[in-house]
């Protein structure tokens, strides 16, 4: 009987700085995708599949926030693996192939997020725990349907993490809504909120 294929996803967990590895059956991929969680519980990468492409969400241990990737079916499952690269430093933030191509790209991350966090120049969160819990109250308004939308009509957005804020911007348009993240009433503010739009240009 053949062995049924598999996936592993690493990443950086933002908030504990642990890495996350997970493997999954690409039967349970392409029926259900997949929440691979981190033990701290303050941050998850996901995997959806609409039978042709997979559309990821991956959190970031280098700038602290989360990015998507959309990639074919087959590339997924082709070759070495695929990595997924934070958009403001460039550099790779997640991982999903071959369970020592993840460990290997996952031991690089470890270092440079590491290499990242001590220099002096590297902006820190005013309060640790208001930015944390108010990328927790994003993400689950992002999972609600129509949860962040743009004034254009896109439903697609990147975060950009800053010290006190968290910026979401318009992946059509490049409008910008900006987040306070500094506060227990910036946290306030947005958990009044059930979905959240982007002005629009």
Known sequence: ???????????????????????????????????????????????????????????CGICGGEHTAELPTARLFDGEGVGFACPETKQLCGFAGEAYAVERELERLSLTAEKERGQEGREAFTDNVIMYEVLSELKEIAAREHGITCACGSERYRMEVRSAHVDLICAACG???RIGAATDEDLDRLCCHLTLKIGGR
């Open 1 to 59: 009987m053949a062995r049924e294929q598999t996936r592993t996803f690493g990443y950086l967990c933002p908030a504990c700085h642990r890495r996350v590895v997970r493997s999954r059956s690409r039967f349970a991929l392409e029926a259900s995708g997949a929440v691979i969680a981190c033990d701290c519980g303050k941050s998850n990468l996901t995997v959806e599949s609409d039978g042709l492409h997979f559309r990821l969400a991956v959190p």
């Open 175 to 177: 409008a910008k809504l």
